[in-house]
């Protein structure tokens, strides 16, 4: 049998107890924690994205030279997930900072770098990423969206959905066509959007907790300079998944819920300790899994297989967290209670169903599992 | 380095070839003195890999019995090499010497059904692993962990769903040759839950693998079982349960190493070797069809042994509530320190 290999232990975070104590120390201080939310990472606050980054703390692995701090991934695991465990507001600069910031120094040219990177870390920019289409989902190669060469730039038709924060965002990193008539993965390039251009429009899609987060954002011959492909035309599919181990491997892939067993603890609220024991395993081996692909990372290895295994088994874990405690704990879910219980369990039960398809849906993650078990 | 990474694990694999069930149909294999394999193992420093050198032991790391213990899960070696290696390593821990021969220990705090009077042992232990082969015993008394020899007690066979001997052991007027303080009750019990836990993962991975070759072999509708998504999702799903219970039980093992947090990471590895071992069992039973039934095909062997192992040294939801009251407790009532620390 194929083995998929973790080779890293927690014992790797030891040596930064210190970095971890800082971040404790600003959260402790930060009105931001008063008042903790489930899924937090969908959550967005520009002055508390802004509060973080006066602290170094985005863009906390990147080089200097472009506005980051040049400490390890391992620095990053720790102090993303201390921010997920207080359920601070943190949606605003979470995709920039995961994807767009390694994408670019991957492969942005200088220009981009300088030009966006330093304003990323300094969460003055925020960006949405553009991929999924109203015909295109999990089959996200089937995508349309065109953009076609002109002498004055590209020039982008088509229309993508389920854009989150494409309302309160001034990029979006677009996938699209830009090879005519090409299929699958082929002929596809990203390119750098800005939301104000003319010809881009927004329609507003309330997810089912009545939050504004998701958009349908159309293109309608909306002009991109040249200048803002990023990498290499026609290599955006690669490109897209060269991220994916950054994207599916962290602790927000387990961690989405955990603030609702956290106050329950705090709060001293009955539940039984069988069902508390039996989440906080699950808890402590994924989290295991979580430190060790964050370790890979570090070594400069793209554990893409990995990742996938710890978003299938984490998203599990995320909705079980609410239901568990919803067949165990007295409580009145109310988004608008009086009783933080009764909030955080209305917000995990409302985010919960989410948590298996953004990202990659369960049967796709289970699908690259299988595949790198040689099965397909 | 993980459990399949350390050189150890491989050539105990070799050692084991020996004495493995894999492949042999429905013969059962003696390990016993006549057979002469045992001092093989011993000799080769395959059943004390972690126990230092001045006490009898091959002088490795606690990880090597970790691997050595995996390696014969995957064998099917039914033979007590892992109650040896851990029995081993706790009597060095009480600055024991280990002696040759087969060790085995149960976990039945006060073994209630033994009495200590004037330094002797009267009364019975039931459920001994491997009660009939093992030379020497861990008994957790009232009074401290004694320390047998079991030469001279009657044995009344008994056995698990795995076929491995769980024997009912009568001692008449023993004397114990050390009453070890330095050990508790405890102690042996989250050594034997996460021995346990170390086979399942170890049998899982079989069981999985043997799925797998399966699935990519046997055609029905036409095309290969691998090539159906409900058998590949299925086999993904306990893929992953498998995952997180091997990096489990590593963490585990290293906090044995460490002297440091073994109760939660013992409970936790306990947990997710079981809810691992559960799925990867069923998921390869049902991916076989009614081959994986029949006693004539391996697959038993390993999906017997994790429902066997299950229930020995507490059952997930012994080890659950445990673990849950542990992080309720916890002085700061904070999970997130509890986990963190």
Known sequence: ??????????????????????????????????????????????????????????????????????????????????????????????????????????????????????????????????????????????????????????????????????????????????????????????????????????????NMSGEHEFNEVTFDDVLVPHDRLVGTEGNGWEQVTSELAFERSGPERFMSSFILLRQMGRLGRAFPAEKLGLLTARLMGLRALSVSVAAMLNDGKLPNLEAALVKELGSRLEQDIGEVLLDGLACAPDPAAGDAIDRLMAQTLLHAPSYSIRGGAREILRGIIARGLELR | MMIDDNPVHASALRALAAISSVGRGTEALPVDAASGLWPVLERDGFTLPAVPAELGGAGGETQDELAVIHAAAIAAARCPLPETAVAGALLARAGHAVPAGPLTFTAEAGCSGLVLRDGALDGRVTGLPWGRLAAHALLPLREGVAFVALAGCTVEPGGNLAGEARDTVHFRAQRPLALLTALTADDLLLRGALMRSVQICGAAQQALSLAIGHAGTRTQFGKPLASFQAIQHQIAGAASKLAAARISVDAAYHAVARGEGIERDVASARINACLAGADCAAVAHQVHGAMGYAQEYDLHRHSSAIQAWRAEFGTLAFWAERLGRQAADHPARDLWQFVTS
């Open chain 1, 1 to 206: 049998m194929q083995q998929i290999s973790f080779p890293y232990r927690n014992a790797e975070l030891d040596r930064f107890a210190d970095f971890r104590q800082r971040v404790r120390r600003f959260l402790e201080a930060d009105p931001a924690a008063q008042e903790p939310r489930a899924d937090c990472w969908s959550q967005f606050d520009a002055a508390f994205s802004r509060r973080l980054a006066a602290e170094g703390f985005l863009g906390l692995t990147w080089p200097r030279q472009h506005g980051g701090g040049e400490r390890s991934s391992l620095e990053r695991f720790i102090l993303l997930e201390e921010l997920l465990a207080a359920g601070v507001p943190v949606g605003a600069h979470w995709i920039s900072e995961r994807q767009v910031g390694p994408l670019l120094l991957r492969y942005g040219t200088p220009a981009q770098k300088e030009e966006f990177l330093p304003r990323i870390a300094r969460a003055e920019l925020f960006f949405c990423i553009g991929l999924s289409e109203p015909d295109s989902g999990s089959d996200l190669a089937s995508l349309r969206t065109a953009a076609v060469s002109t002498p004055e730039g590209w020039r982008v038709r088509g229309r993508k959905i389920w854009t989150s924060n494409a309302h309160r965002n001034h990029y979006m990193i677009l996938l699209c066509r830009t090879e005519p008539g090409s299929r699958r993965h082929a002929g596809l390039s990203q390119l750098i959007v800005d939301m104000r251009s003319p010809g881009l429009s927004l329609r507003p899609i309330p």
